[in-house]
């Protein structure tokens, strides 16, 4: 019974550093992956930056479609295949709020997918300092918000309120106010509704399904993929108040999160801690 022990013991202490090998080539592998991917954004950023010169001798918002144009060679790069709906309702005149969930660097090539003419984004600062792409993003009409400091970023959502409406630009928001890929949306800051309400300006949702088949950065996995889009039909904000921020967050959470469920093939929202803990 003894020698049965040790023979499997045996067994276990050989078979271990293989599966340590293959589970330190997988983290590297997918570091590896990651490195080149936001060493390519920066690579695509310092072609893109004269050619933002050349177009507008400087900061503006016509500038993002040359980033776009740059910005769609990645999905070719890394594989990645977009299933979008609703893109027409991105057809309206005028400014407008666009929300949309933030799971992953990865995004960079959801965005760039449907991005609509003279559309910003709000970015945090730190990338302002991420070399090439910080700057190309500055040219492109990038707003960059202080997230630590609540009020300067409240004042200068406030001036985008105003800028928006006299340069008629369209403003892409991430509502969660970080990445999250844990399976569910987190729950969203108040910003953008706030903007919205303040230009009086409609709200359109963007949902992205989640990466979890491809990518997740706790299993070390990122391969190609699909990934499903859809486009939500406008939620006005017409006659809205700032005492009505509140409730316009719960309603576009809602409706995103349902939709996110829907898109990423989960019966119920409780799929979603399944997926976290995974
Ligand atoms: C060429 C190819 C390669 C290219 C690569 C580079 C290309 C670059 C181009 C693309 C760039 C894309 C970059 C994407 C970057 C994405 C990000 O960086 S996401 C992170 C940054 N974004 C955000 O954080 C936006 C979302 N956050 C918010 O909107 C927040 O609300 C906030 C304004 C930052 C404030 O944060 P916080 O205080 O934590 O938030 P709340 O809980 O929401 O608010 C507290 C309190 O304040 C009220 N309030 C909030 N905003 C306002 C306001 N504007 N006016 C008045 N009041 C406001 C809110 O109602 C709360 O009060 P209440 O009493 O509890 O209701
Ligand atoms: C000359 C110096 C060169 C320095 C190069 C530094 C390396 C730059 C690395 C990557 C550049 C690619 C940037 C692509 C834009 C990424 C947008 C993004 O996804 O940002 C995350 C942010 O939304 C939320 O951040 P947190 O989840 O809160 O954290």
């Known amino acids: 019974m003894d020698g049965c022990w040790l023979l499997l013991l045996g067994a276990l202490l050989l078979l271990l550093p293989p599966l340590l090998l293959m589970e330190a080539f997988g983290a590297l592998r997918f570091r590896l992956k990651i490195i080149s991917y936001c060493a390519l954004c920066v690579l695509l950023s310092a072609l893109a930056v004269p050619v933002c010169l050349l177009k507008s001798g400087g900061r503006s918002a016509d500038n993002m479609s040359v980033v776009r144009a740059f910005g769609r060679v990645m999905k070719y790069v890394y594989g990645m295949r977009f299933e979008v709906k609703g893109l027409e309702n991105f057809n309206i005149e005028g400014p407008c709020v666009v929300i949309s969930n933030h799971q992953s660097v990865l995004d960079m090539m959801g965005l760039f997918e449907i991005l609509p003419d003279r559309c ?140 996110f469920f829907q898109l990423s093939n989960k019966a119920d929202e409780t799929r979603g801690s399944v997926l976290a803990a995974q």
């Open 120 to 259: 910003v984004q709000i970015a945090k600062k730190e990338l302002l300092y991420a070399g090439p792409a910080g700057i190309v993003a500055y040219l492109a009409g990038v707003v960059y918000i202080n997230r630590k400091r609540t009020s300067d970023a409240k004042s200068i959502m406030a001036e985008v309120a105003q800028t928006m409406l006299k340069e008629n630009l369209k403003v892409w928001v991430y509502p969660e106010g970080t990445r999250n890929n844990n399976g569910d949306l987190l729950p969203f800051k108040k910003g953008a509704f706030h903007l919205a309400i303040q230009a009086q300006v409609p709200i359109i949702p963007v949902v992205y399904a989640s990466y979890h088949t491809f990518y997740n950065q706790s299993r070390n996995l990122f391969r190609t993929g699909k990934i499903k889009v859809e486009v939500l039909p406008r939620v006005e904000t017409k006659d809205l108040m700032e005492e009505n921020a509140s409730e316009l967050t719960e309603k576009c959470y809602t409706m995103m999160r349902e939709t």
